[in-house]
């Protein structure tokens, strides 16, 4: 067989298209996750939340350029950027919320839905301010869940039972379908934006093996959970004894192996 048949030939057969979770993994290598607590690292993010709600017409044009609230000062908040190539391509907001620390976002719109959650003890992921770069997230298309990825290590971290997700109407099939995720409240007026929030959730127990199965790139270390989630001074108090509790029986009732141990402006949420 000539040179240029050959050519030919594997031009035809360019050998197995790659697997969804493989090229998950793929663009896991490429990013680095952190949890933002500077000032300067904040400011790029709010940046990125204002280009992305305004884009999506869920605020007003602002002079300052940015969208920040008062909820990304909490002590039980966390604020978490995804860099592709030490470019800023996503980053969402979660609150870690339990019957001692009440706080967060979604209850202050759905207190009818939560509130009973919490007096039973249940311990509260809020997935809040999910944005992406516009250009990035073309060019990734897996970046959604590689960001939604930072629930479940949470969700992990913390003992969670409930992933909650505030969400605008048109999302909400993407999170029925890849994460099975279910309509809590249809949606209301959310604080500062011009379209109405949904609110969403998935039962962490119940659904944690499944989607490990389905998406093997969600699986994590307790190293890496530590590194994203671990504070020097504990969330909402001096001793921290809740979450420390907590997170000492999910990492003895969940222990998960992780590929990654160092992970390598679309409005997805409120």
């Known amino acids: 067989m000539s040179a240029e048949a050959r050519r030919s030939t594997l031009s035809a057969h360019p050998g197995p298209e790659k697997s969804f979770s493989d090229r998950i993994a793929t663009l896991l290598a490429r990013i680095e996750c952190r949890r933002v607590d ?21 605020i007003s044009a602002d002079p300052s350029g940015r969208f920040a609230d008062a909820d990304d000062e909490a002590d039980n908040a966390y604020i978490f950027g995804l860099y592709v190539d030490a470019k800023l391509a996503s980053s969402l907001r979660l609150h870690i919320a339990t019957k001692e620390f009440p706080d967060f976002p979604s209850l202050h719109v759905f207190p009818d839905v939560l509130q009973p959650l919490l007096d039973a003890g249940k311990v509260l992921v809020d997935t809040t301010r999910f944005v992406a770069d516009e250009r990035l997230s073309r060019l990734h298309r897996g970046l959604p869940y ?27 099939a993407f999170y029925r379908r890849a994460f099975s995720h279910e309509l809590l409240c ?15 959730t998935v039962h962490f127990p119940s659904a944690a093996e499944r989607l490990y199965r389905r998406y093997p790139f969600f699986r994590s270390s307790v190293f890496e959970q530590r590194r994203l989630f671990e504070r020097r001074q504990p969330p909402g108090t001096s001793s921290g004894q809740k979450f420390a509790d907590t997170k000492e029986e999910a990492s003895q009732s969940r222990e998960t192996v992780c590929p990654f141990l160092e992970l390598g402006a679309v409005c997805l949420a409120g």
């Not at 204002?50 to 017409?57: N, P, T, V």
């Not at 249809?186 to 969403?200: D, G, Q, T, V």
Request: proline share 6%; hydrophobic share 45%.
């Open 38 to 58: 500077s000032i300067e690292e904040r400011e790029s993010i709010y940046r990125l939340r204002y280009q992305a709600y305004l884009r999506a017409g869920a």
């Open 146 to 172: 590689a960001t939604l990825r930072i629930c479940m290590l949470a969700a992990e971290y913390f003992g969670a039972d409930h992933l909650l997700a505030a969400v605008r109407a048109e999302h909400q």
């Open 186 to 200: 249809e949606p209301r007026p959310y604080p500062r934006l011009a379209k109405p929030i949904s609110l969403m």
